[in-house]
């Protein structure tokens, strides 16, 4: 980086627009002559002085003094060395102007040991190659700008890297073992795509990952930064997309971390009213300050550019949208329009998001987003926030309080399964069974379900369909496709002895064979944001458990669903039809030993065109009409 390039980024990085920060700040290598050169810059505007100091400075007995080279607080210095540092670690010793001294991991660092140390590791410049280009090919082909209606199966797959499959000995796979364990079970499953929860460096495991101290560093619990690549790139080439969990609210308060980076409030805000998350015990990050907007927008680039991921699904959304979010009153103040909206937050998801549309159109940004604040997933062009998806919470939240009912108080309920379809095209929605709904108390889904052990994994097997049938795209926590029975605990992971019974691998079998019944017919995923999708035939069967509706392509694929959560079978229920002629079943969620029926031919009645069919209790059915000369597939 030339004297101009250096002015160049940090004016920009003061302004709140580089977003390649990472290039500037941290440590970057350079090698010439035999020698290797070495400079570290870092922000801290409150500081009195700053140092390095690591494996390289007599031990950590000596250190690296920094000079500040910039107004605005940043900090930098050269070292020369004639041996390659690479993987030698190093932290900044920061002297607060009260004299307090502070030894801090660097925000910009490529890697990190971690844990309750959290030293940084220095990295020179990966020379991976990636092998994913047909992959990165077919991605772009989805790209309209960001404004699409995104008309293609997306099915993904949620896991927790470490807790997904362990060694006999309690050790974590390795990112290069999970590629080995991870793409042939997706590939067998049918996910389109898998979502990590986060893995930037995080010190304490029971936070899941959503406590980060280094934002730059993959964690090291699996591996380098080039296992991780390895990884991504394996499931590229295996044509499964890779997303992952961001984290741009908030923060811990490790002293290693960000927290009160050079002695004050720095990268959190810094009034009592907006610092602090009293649930999450963490820092708020100030996105209003134009270095921490550097910090964070080329964050999100950093992960797409240098690890081809697919997208990010940003997390805790509502608590970065609301001043009062985990506030009492009294607690907080109002914005400069009196209303309880953080405007810099909305600014500055609108800024992320136009930065990634402009550069990576083909990503998938996905929000957490629990209100109705409006326009999540409108273009910003139109006054929205950007995001291309948002999480459905209501749907799960609704859809598992009415499966833990009994079948005879269900009818007390129906609107579970009909409201979401009242604001279904309000956003661009995934329908998630996420690992949030399986922890605390919460239950598996399997436990959520009402009933003995069969007539558990029935209505899983029903609720499953439904939500794969239904408009939305698909999230499925890992487990749940073979019915983990306990919930979800980070250290056990989830119970892989149970595939050794029977009615478990059937039911993961089951999840495989709906998975890619799904992929296979575009009525299921062509059309999810529209209208045009879906229709409703029965919606009003509160008494009966039950709901039916049509699925269309825009090509005319039309397929009719029809969903029971009765207790008992149905046993001549009329199911309207939009024309005569016999219907086959291309899918049934139920046990084929019942020698259900494979078609059913539909004539007109008094009240129309209609077939007449038995309806097992906690069963869903997927019907097509006949097609003379087709040869149909019906799925078991």
């Known amino acids: 980086m030339n004297r101009m390039d250096t002015a160049l980024s940090e004016y920009l990085f003061h302004q709140g627009t580089n977003y390649h920060a990472y290039d500037y700040l941290g440590c970057h290598a350079a090698e010439a002559d035999g020698t290797f050169r070495y400079t570290f810059r870092t922000w801290a505007p409150h500081a009195a002085a700053v140092a390095v100091v690591g494996d390289f400075t007599d031990a950590w007995q000596g250190e690296l003094p920094l000079a500040r080279v910039s107004d605005k607080g940043v900090w930098a210095g050269e070292l020369v060395s004639r041996v390659s540092l690479a993987g030698q670690k190093y932290k900044f010793r920061i002297t607060a102007a009260d004299g307090a ?120 619990r699996f591996g380098s930064p080039d296992d991780f690549r390895y990884l991504v790139d394996r499931l590229h080439t295996a044509g499964i997309g890779v997303l992952m969990d961001w984290v741009p609210a908030h923060f811990p308060k490790d002293e290693w971390g960000l927290y009160e980076f050079d002695g004050r409030p720095l990268y959190e805000y810094q009034g009592a009213d907006r610092m602090e998350s009293r649930g999450w015990g963490t820092r708020f990050f100030d996105v209003g300050r134009e270095e921490v907007q550097s910090f964070l927008v080329s964050n999100a680039l950093y992960w797409l550019r240098e690890f081809h991921l697919d997208g990010l699904r940003v997390d805790a959304v509502a608590a970065m949208l609301y001043r009062d979010y985990d506030r009492e009153g009294g607690e907080w103040f109002p914005n400069s329009q009196g209303g309880r909206e953080n405007l810099e937050a909305i600014a500055f998801f609108r800024k992320l998001n136009s930065a990634v549309c402009e550069e990576f159109p083909d990503a998938l940004m996905i929000a957490e987003e629990s209100t109705a604040f409006p326009g999540v997933t409108a273009p910003v ?50 329908l998630p069974i996420s690992h949030d709904e399986v922890v605390y108390g919460k239950g598996s889904l399997y436990r959520k379900c009402s009933g003995g052990h069969r007539e558990r994994m029935d209505t899983m097997r029903a609720a499953l369909t439904l939500m794969m049938t239904f408009p939305g795209k698909k999230m499925l926590f890992m487990g749940t496709e073979f019915g983990q029975e306990n919930e979800w605990y980070y250290e056990t992971g989830i119970d892989l002895h149970l595939l050794e019974r029977e009615d478990h691998r059937s039911l993961r079998d089951f999840t495989a064979a709906l998975n890619r019944f799904y992929l296979t017919h575009p009525a299921l995923w062509e059309q999810d944001f529209t209208p045009a999708g879906f229709a409703w035939i029965d919606v009003d069967r509160a008494d009966d458990n039950m709901i039916s509706y049509r699925r269309r392509a825009s090509g005319g694929e039309e397929l009719i669903v029809v969903v029971s959560f009765n207790g008992c079978d149905l046993t001549d229920y009329r199911l309207a039809v939009p024309s005569a002629g016999n219907y086959d079943v291309l899918f049934f969620s139920g046990d084929w030993g019942d020698h259900y029926e494979k078609s059913f031919e539909a004539v007109a009645d008094e009240q129309g065109i209609a077939l007449h069919m038995r309806l097992p209790a906690r069963t869903a059915v997927v019907l097509g009409r006949h097609a003379s000369g087709v040869s149909l597939t019906i799925v078991p």
């Open 381 to 430: 062009s139109e006054g929205g926030l950007g995001f291309r998806l948002k999480w459905n919470m209501g749907f799960a939240s609704d859809f598992f309080e009415y499966l833990a009912k009994d079948p005879l108080y269900r009818r007390y309920h129906h609107r579970a399964l009909t409201f979401p379809m009242m604001y279904a095209y309000s956003e661009r929605f995934i």
């Open 101 to 220: 001294v502070r030894l801090k991991g660097d925000p910009y660092a490529f890697f990190s040991e971690g844990g309750s140390g959290g030293a940084s590791i220095i990295c020179h410049e990966s020379d991976f190659i990636f092998s994913d280009g047909e992959w990165l090919e077919r991605r772009s082909r989805y790209a309209r700008g960001g404004e699409d209606d995104l008309p293609l199966p997306l099915n993904i797959y949620e896991m927790h890297a470490a807790s997904f499959a362990r060694h006999a000995d309690g050790r974590y796979l390795s990112y290069r073992e999970l590629a080995d364990t991870l793409v042939p079970y997706l590939k067998y499953m049918g996910y389109t795509h898998v979502e990590f929860m986060p893995l930037c460096e995080y010190p304490y495991d029971g936070s899941w990952g959503y406590q980060i101290c280094a934002y730059y560093a993959p964690t090291c």
